[in-house]
């Protein structure tokens, strides 16, 4: 009786008709793809004046939302960043890492300041201060499994390629299809 129920139930909801555009192969994130990248709404920004997507107009742009060193995916994930960072930087990649606070205590500059130095990170930091960028550019309207989400955006401005979280090291398939999405972005004429 239960495993008829359960093929009836099954039966049904295989033949509710699905949402326009939805594919639940899909990555996530895929539907961000092609789409313009938001103006972010940050004013604290560490190792760098105050930048702008305008401003980074003609680079390649890899955004990788991140935390405190307690999290294994920053942690693990930070190395490849930095190696990413000295690698094509004189080739035209920006990255940047937007920080979001998770911790129960208050958000302060000097401990993303510290965290960062921990990180080994020289590139531009942004606080992204009650996650307000991170909200629109990947939380709204969606669920998503992690919060450290990595955009590229190409030299127009357009987001071309998302890892949805979690880590990303040398060695790893994600880690490649990342490399090999910036070194196409790069080659890419301005």
Not at 40 to 57: E, I
Not at 112 to 127: D, E, N, Q, S
Request: charged share 20%; glycine share 8%; hydrophobic share 45%.
């Amino acid at each position: 009786m239960r495993a008829a129920i359960a093929i009836g139930l099954c039966a049904l909801t295989c033949l509710l008709p699905q949402p326009a555009g939805a594919d639940s192969t899909a990555a996530p994130g895929s539907e961000l793809l092609g789409q313009p990248a938001r103006p972010w709404q940050v004013d604290h920004w560490l190792n760098s004046a105050p930048l702008t997507l305008a401003q980074l107009r003609g680079k390649v742009v890899l955004v990788r939302w991140w935390t405190a060193p307690d999290c294994p995916f920053c942690a693990a994930t930070a190395p490849s960043l930095n190696a990413l960072d000295a690698r094509y930087r004189a080739r035209g990649l920006q990255v940047l890492g937007f920080y979001h606070h998770k911790a129960d205590s208050p958000l302060q500059a000097q401990d993303v300041a510290r965290y960062a130095k921990l990180f080994g990170f020289t590139f531009p930091i942004a606080i992204d201060a009650g996650w307000q960028t991170l909200q629109r550019w990947w939380l709204a309207g969606a669920e998503r499994d992690f919060t450290s989400v990595s955009f590229l955006i190409d030299r127009r401005g357009v987001i071309r390629h998302i890892h949805p979280g979690g880590k990303y090291v040398k060695g790893d398939p994600a880690h490649a299809e990342l490399e090999r999405a910036i070194e196409r972005l790069l080659a890419e004429p301005g």
